[in-house]
């Protein structure tokens, strides 16, 4: 007979997220304190998804996460088909507007670690292997291309640590997680690179050429395939393993820079993404447009101070000078309004969050529900660093939402059906369906 767990629930998680929600609605209030319209839409709106997402969150902490292995298949090809939609007739990536609108690419995010991590489990035994390697990003990088073509550069971005971080924790071969991260990082650094040299650098680098001049850039990739040749028949004839990782690192060069011509040559990365990646390098190259969100969100963290200016006292946000403050950059008028202090409360909570998560994944044997905390847990790093990064300047502004505390319900709705199911998989007792 089970256990009745239900008044066993985790406490101290439940009292972490209605904290940073609370906060999240104290800001997105005080930020249209001085505009009826955007108060009504905004904060009100919120309330509604915040009590709503509550409810989410009891609902899956009730169902039994095993059960949701039942029928998460038939929602990731829902997902697929609703993402590729988007992606072709939509100019948005919402559907609905308003109040009742949904972005689905939030949803589809917790979907498909839902569907990879059941494809994790019934492929434990072959957990090393280059096929399991090879579907689980097929699972995961589908729904990601479809969100890159809407165009979300920030929602498509964070699938991919998402998946590193399940197959890290999945037993995945180590190479292939480092051989695709490396991969990964070269092939945005290389995607960006000719605009990189024209606004930032503002000159003409000649090392560069090799990347920018076609015919010398067949002359390299031609030099690496041969590089690649004469190793693999080294390998082959001595064994040696420095043949070995002359392959493993000039196939990571090789396949990135290809990749990253490619992707800049087809124009799935629009002008205006190329240059948020780039201008979180020096925002005052291009003031008027793209670095403008940036530095004001710098002027505000810097009128903040150690104290800050008083909740609804911030000149920089009570006249909208912020551009996306309650969604992308509510955590700029956080630091101006509650200054040092306050932003560091809300570190504090995150961290608390974040070390909670941890603790169940240390302490949960099942296979299958570790695999879907981790990656809850690279989703939602993914967003609190690259959010709270764009906002002080250490990371590019790729439009990340901070998790229960920027508006939206779509955003605020994933996290708190993620909370539900981190709870009902620590609890694993009580469960109304089973």
């Not at 291309?145 to 991919?160: E, R, S, Y």
Request: net charge positive; glycine share 8%.
């Amino acid at each position: 007979m089970k256990e009745n767990n239900f008044f066993k629930i985790d406490i101290f998680l439940i009292l972490v997220t209605v904290a940073l929600t609370s906060i999240g609605l104290v800001f997105i209030y005080s930020s249209s304190l001085n505009e009826y319209n955007k108060f009504f839409y905004s904060f009100q709106h919120q309330i509604i998804w915040a009590l709503s997402g509550l409810v989410i969150l009891i609902i899956f902490y009730l169902i039994s996460y095993q059960y949701l292995k039942n029928f998460i298949l038939y929602i990731y090809l829902f997902f697929l088909l609703s993402l590729f939609v988007i992606a072709i007739f939509s100019k948005s990536s919402w559907l609905g507007r308003g109040l009742i609108g949904i972005q689905p690419s939030e949803l589809a995010k917790l979907v498909s670690i839902l569907t990879l991590a059941l494809y994790l489990e019934k492929n434990h035994k072959d957990i090393k292997s280059l096929k399991v390697f090879l579907v689980s990003m097929v699972i995961m990088f589908i729904p990601m291309g479809l969100v890159l073509i809407q165009p979300d550069l920030g929602t498509a971005l964070v699938f991919f640590p998402t998946f590193l971080f399940m197959l890290f924790m999945a037993g995945a071969n180590i190479r292939y997680i480092t051989f695709l991260f490396f991969v990964g990082m070269l092939v945005i650094v290389f995607a960006v690179l000719p605009e990189f040299e024209k606004i930032i650098l503002q000159r003409d680098v000649k090392i560069f050429d090799v990347y920018t001049n076609n015919l010398y850039f067949f002359i390299f990739v031609s030099f690496l395939t041969l590089i690649i040749i004469v190793s693999l028949i080294g390998y082959k004839v001595t064994k040696k393993r420095i043949f070995y990782w002359i392959i493993f690192c000039v196939s990571i060069v090789l396949v990135g820079i290809t990749v990253g011509k490619m992707i800049k040559a087809s124009g799935v990365l629009k002008e205006y993404q190329i240059k948020r990646l780039i201008l979180f390098v020096d925002p005052y190259k291009d003031s008027n447009n793209f670095g403008y969100n940036l530095i004001m969100s710098l002027n505000a963290i810097q009128a903040g101070g150690f104290s800050g200016t008083g909740l609804g006292q911030g000149a920089w946000s009570q006249n909208s000078y912020i551009p996306e403050q309650t969604t992308d950059f509510i955590f700029s008028i956080i630091c101006e309004e509650w200054g040092f202090v306050g932003a560091s409360a809300v570190l504090i909570l995150y961290l608390g969050l974040f070390l909670k998560l941890f603790l169940h994944l240390k302490n949960i044997d099942d296979f299958y529900g570790k695999i879907i905390i981790s990656g809850i847990i690279g989703m939602f790093l993914t967003h609190f660093v690259v959010n709270v990064g764009m906002v002080i300047g250490l990371m590019p502004v790729t439009g990340i939402p901070l998790y229960f505390m920027s508006y939206g319900g779509s955003s605020l709705w994933t996290a708190m059906a993620c909370i539900g199911i981190v709870m009902n998989i620590n609890s694993k007792k009580f469960e109304i369906i089973d």
